[in-house]
């Protein structure tokens, strides 16, 4: 399983946009980029999934690089709501998902 | 929609009783999963379940935890006998056929084990 590589924690102002990346350097041709988040006490939600292209959302749109090696979440206009655990999991559309340890993002007023 | 309904949603037992979770997939999605979520180990997968067939459950801790499918619309996952170190959130999650890949979470069930 490629790994991935995100910040520990992040700070965001309400309003304005949260950028969350994610480095996944050993990604392979066919792995897709997941990205969940998890609001404390919550089950993990859904947010976008990508291959290779740009994709977009009601949620928040996905930026992967064109080497795939990384990637970036973006909440275009954050809300206290939005604080939560975002979790990037690189995977084969499989079974097999394996969650770390996230990035944990704070939406500050 | 309902979504992945789980049940209890909190649960306090001693140890060595038996526990019992329960978990409603969405319809129409014939994948299910089983995962637990603690402090030291974050979340891991313990079962999965292709058209109610248990395909891995390499994740399982060990023979005290057992999970069934019985149909498309239930499934458990019994602890018996349940330990202190048991005591976690286990979350029920359910997909469409492999493949499409995305995973709907349960809202969990908090277990404690005296």
């Known amino acids: 399983d490629a790994k991935t590589t995100q910040p520990t924690s992040m700070d965001c102002a309400e309003g304005r946009a949260a950028n969350l990346p994610c480095n996944h350097s050993?990604?392979?041709?066919?792995?897709?980029v997941y990205w969940y988040r998890q609001i404390h006490s919550q089950g993990p939600q859904y947010i976008i999934h990508g291959l290779k292209n740009n994709e977009t959302n009601e949620m928040a749109s996905l930026i992967i690089t064109e080497d795939r090696k990384s990637s970036t979440l973006i909440l275009p206009h954050a809300t206290l709501r939005d604080t939560a655990v975002y979790y990037c999991i690189v995977r084969v559309p499989e079974w097999d998902m394996r969650f770390g340890a996230g990035t944990r993002l704070t939406v500050k007023p | 929609d309902a979504g992945v309904i789980q049940s209890p949603r909190h649960e306090v037992t001693e140890m060595g009783q038996e526990v019992t979770l329960r978990c409603k997939p969405i319809?129409?999605?014939?994948?299910l999963f089983w995962y637990r979520q603690t402090m030291m180990r974050g979340l891991e997968l313990l079962i999965y379940f292709n058209n109610n067939v248990p395909i891995d459950d390499s994740g399982m801790p060990e023979d005290r935890f057992s999970a069934k499918m019985p149909n498309a619309s239930f499934s458990t996952l019994k602890i018996q006998p349940s330990e202190p170190r048991d005591s976690a959130v286990y979350f029920c999650?359910?997909?469409?056929?492999?493949?499409?890949?995305?995973?709907?979470f349960g809202p969990g069930t908090r277990l404690l084990v005296l």
């Open positions: 050993t990604i392979s041709g066919n792995e897709y």
């Open positions: 999650a359910s997909s469409l056929p492999a493949g499409a890949g995305t995973q709907y």
């Open positions: 319809s129409g999605h014939n994948s």
